[in-house]
T-cell receptor, first 111, second 115 residues
Framework: KQEVTQIPAALSVPEGENLVLNCSFTDSAIYNLQWFRQDPGKGLTSLLLIQSSQREQTSGRLNASLDKSSGRSTLYIAASQPGDSATYLCAVKVGSEKLVFGKGTKLTVNP | DAGVIQSPRHEVTEMGQEVTLRCKPISGHDYLFWYRQTMMRGLELLIYFNNNVPIDDSGMPEDRFSAKMPNASFSTLKIQPSEPRDSAVYFC???FGRGLSYGYTFGSGTRLTVV
């Protein structure tokens, strides 16, 4: 059974800092991995999608990497801003069409 | 495109009442998913459809839950009778072609409170 773990559960940083969020999964047989952002009381916004054959994807200040063999992904946020404060979720797509989610990392960027 | 549209945004109901949640997927998407989010269990898949046909409902917690997709642009998730432990945020998501290339798009969710 695929399990996804995100560490840390919460992170607080000062504005301007570069930071890394971690995601690990137990079964490397995935199709892709997707990072989402969730604001309080809101839905999920897709940030980046990495195919299983890819190593990384970039969008603006965000960079996501994938090491399928070791079951790890990282989301790198450069020059963090208070507007980046949210919960970040990673999810892996497995063969049964399911997205298996981690519990998320709650990020607070302090001005 | 307006994205995945869910209604209502919030629902408060009394235990024992029937609750119906609604979802309009993105036009052209052929997969539709219903997820439930709670603090304890995170996001869990309840059921998904492909071309309006239910494919996997193994995540539906009990017979009190049912879902339908009468056409490509509309799906419902019904709880009858509702119980306090059903309180959660229910998300609908859709994708094109198994979500391999473009991933999944989620709606804003319905926050259900059963009192």
């Amino acid at each position: 059974k695929q399990e996804v773990t995100q560490i840390p559960a919460a992170l607080s940083v000062p504005e301007g800092e570069n930071l890394v969020l971690n995601c690990s999964f137990t079964d490397s047989a995935i199709y892709n991995l997707q990072w989402f952002r969730q604001d309080p009381g809101k839905g999920l916004t897709s940030l980046l999608l990495i195919q299983s054959s890819q190593r990384e994807q970039t969008s603006g200040r965000l960079n996501a990497s994938l090491d399928k063999s070791s079951g790890r992904s990282t989301l790198y946020i450069a020059a963090s801003q208070p507007g980046d404060s949210a919960t970040y979720l990673c999810a892996v797509k497995v063969g049964s069409e399911k997205l298996v989610f981690g519990k998320g990392t709650k990020l607070t960027v302090n001005p | 495109d307006a994205g995945v549209i869910q209604s209502p945004r919030h629902e408060v109901t009394e235990m024992g009442q029937e609750v119906t949640l609604r979802c309009k997927p993105i036009s052209g998407h052929d997969y539709l998913f219903w997820y439930r989010q709670t603090m304890m269990r995170g996001l869990e898949l309840l059921i998904y459809f492909n071309n309006n046909v239910p494919i996997d409902d193994s995540g539906m917690p009990e017979d009190r839950f049912s879902a339908k997709m009468p056409n490509a642009s509309f799906s419902t998730l019904k709880i009858q009778p509702s119980e306090p432990r059903d309180s959660a945020v229910y998300f609908c998501a859709s994708s094109f072609g198994r979500g391999l290339s473009y991933g999944y798009t989620f709606g804003s969710g319905t926050r259900l409170t059963v009192v």
